[in-house]
């Protein structure tokens, strides 16, 4: 017998206590016995989390290559790290992790050689690195800077300000932010924020959201309410002025709905009040900037990959298309220097060009390779921006662009120490149980055999719109030396190809992002990359969700499930904090009887089975998560435990002290990565080589 079966064996869970509780979903009962878990302020879920954490880090510690694989995180991952500058006035403002650092610093100069010097450090805000920035927001006049800070990963935020000459800290402070930055228009901001919790501040529902407009200096009591609407709880609203401060702009979403309605209002004729220029909640139409009378706005309307429209007030319901829709999904628009910089994705990966603003495209920003495009920010006097450009074996370079010239020259080369020469990158097309081609990312070591029995790190999200695209990890640099194949499959319900492949992934159409992701494991079978024995499945929040439905519907399919923060109650999750906005992908259990057969036959938790082996399970959440709130991981792995009675470990890691995974500190990110490889490895029988 193996170590590690002889360790797994030996595991004594937590007897967890059943509760009697069942709900009645259109005829159909279903028991949740460990509905109490639910509620993490109780002393008896504490003492719960106390006791799974001891088995869990019990376990962990036995590990013999724990502390090595830890000591290379620390040695890889101790190198300067930048993020791209940020322009203000005379100012660059930009941020700087030492190497170590719990959190990143934030630095501002004169001009781009003067002397930087640390306008915010969040590390002196906490003992344990557990305050973080959530954003900074200079004002118009380049005289301030709202920030956010929030604490232990919460969504909460609290805002507060500071003088950018003399970085003094003035008096203002607002709480109970969430979602929302600061949007500055004259002596003061507009930010969103709901009330202040009645109960459980981190799992009971946010709702009832408001517009407040701060003005510098004033007690929060004293901030102007702007907008809000007592019969649509669930509603969110956004408020922001144009660059300029010409017009006010509004944003209204509703779960459940694709799009937004755009209220947009004149400063200069403040008594004709907000004027709608969207009324559509199924379609997505944002300011991107104004120019004069005219206001330039990105939309979805019959254009399912975006394109650039305009219109003015005097004519809101008319407007005329400046860019068409292309081929490939316009991913990012802004306005600098007079024009529109444009990131498109194509086939996962970016190209970004210039237009003038009547739609003439002037330059293609010529990029390193196949990768990822971010930044491209500035306000529209600018001259100059700056972009981060990475991919899966291109460590994250800040490039500085001139627009007039068209040139990119490096601004800042990553430091880090890995040799690109080393690895094999690339991108290839699997048929998935439809027929549907489906693109995936494969990264691995040169001359790799392809024998099957390589380990294998299957990484994916499939929802919400959101892309995966090519990017630089430090942290995998640990899987890559030790052979591991990465491969990132784009599933539908991701925003890759637009809408319709978003659509696609949805609601009653949910299996299609499982059997893209079954197909993507079975195409790295069939390839000869790996073997179930040898496969990770891996994914957080959403892609939380696809690992727990992947490994209840095909328990088979793999060696190690590494689930994290995600939704496995899909019957309750709309009922906890601002999870009421994911029926827009997921449908709700009472939206009708098909639309609960639907949840119930996927959702993770009603489908773990006493009959049936499990892989090797390390589930991982947190206690502050307040946007996947962690009794979804606590009754998921309390199920897991009571019907599993293999050989393979069904373990949770409750982290404490953090969130959903924001502003979360170096040191207890190193510390999960490690816990998660260690697992991996040792569950797969692979001693790494250090």
Known sequence: MSVANSTNAQLQYPATQKGTVTDDYFGTTVADPYRWLENTDTAETKRWVEEENKVT??????????????????????Y?????????????????????????????????????????DPNSMSKDGTVALGGEFPSNDDKYLAYSVQKAGSDWQELFVLDLATGKQLSDHIEWVKFSGAAWWKNGFYYSRFDAPTGEAYTSANEYMKVYYHKLGDDQ????????????????????????????TMYVQEPGRKGNILLVKDFKNPSAGFITVNADLDVEAGIIESEGEVLFIRTN???????????????????????????????????????????????????????????KQLHEIKLPTIGSANGFGGRKK????????????????IYHYDIEKNTSTVFRKSL????????????????????????????????????GKNPCYLYAYGGFNVSLTPGFSTARIILLENGTVFAMPNLRGGGEYGEEWHEAGTKLKKQNVFDDYIAAAEYLFSNGYTAKDKLAIAGGSNGGLLVGAIMTERPDIC?????????????????????????????????????FDYL??????????????????????????DRVVPGHSFKFAATLQEKYAGPNPQLIRIETKAGHGGGKPISKYIEEVTDEYSFMFYNMGIVPKY
């Not at 019990?58 to 040695?75: G, H, M, T, V």
């Open 57 to 78: 880090f019990d376990y962990l510690s036995k590990i013999p290559f724990r502390q090595k694989i830890k000591s290379r995180l620390e040695e890889i991952m101790n």
């Open 80 to 120: 300067p790290k930048y993020t791209a500058p940020q322009k203000i006035g005379k100012y660059y403002m930009f941020q700087k992790n030492d190497g170590l650092q719990n959190q990143s610093v934030v630095f501002i100069q004169e001009g781009l050689t003067g002397e930087p010097r640390i306008l915010l």
């Open 221 to 248: 009591s004293k901030d102007e309410l702007i907008y809000e609407d007592k019969t649509q709880p669930k509603r969110m609203f956004y408020c922001g002025p144009t660059e300029d401060e010409r017009y006010l």
């Open 301 to 359: 309307l019959n254009a399912p990959k975006n394109k650039i429209v305009k219109t003015t007030l005097a004519t809101a319901s008319k407007w005329t298309e400046v860019i068409p829709e292309s081929k490939d999904v316009l991913e990012n628009i802004s306005m600098v220097d007079g024009k529109f910089i444009a990131t498109y994705m194509k086939d996962a990966s970016n190209h970004s060009y210039i237009y003038d603003l009547t739609g």
């Open 382 to 397: 600018d001259k100059e921006v700056f972009y981060t450009f990475s991919s899966f074996t291109y460590p994250a370079t």
């Open 416 to 451: 880090v120490k890995f040799n690109p020469e080393e690895y094999d990158s690339k991108q290839i097309f699997y048929t998935s149980k439809d027929g549907t081609k489906i693109p995936m990312f494969i990264v691995h070591k040169k001359g790799l055999k392809l024998d």
């Open 559 to 595: 060696k190690v499930a590494l689930p994290a923060v995600g939704v496995m109650d899909m019957l309750r999750y709309q009922k906890f904090t601002i999870g009421f906005g994911w029926a827009r992908d997921y449908g709700t259990s009472s939206d009708s009887k098909e639309m």
């Open 600 to 625: 119930y036959h996927y959702s993770p938790l009603h489908n773990i089975r006493a009959d049936v082996k499990y892989p090797a399970t390390l589930v991982t959440t947190a206690d502050h998560d």
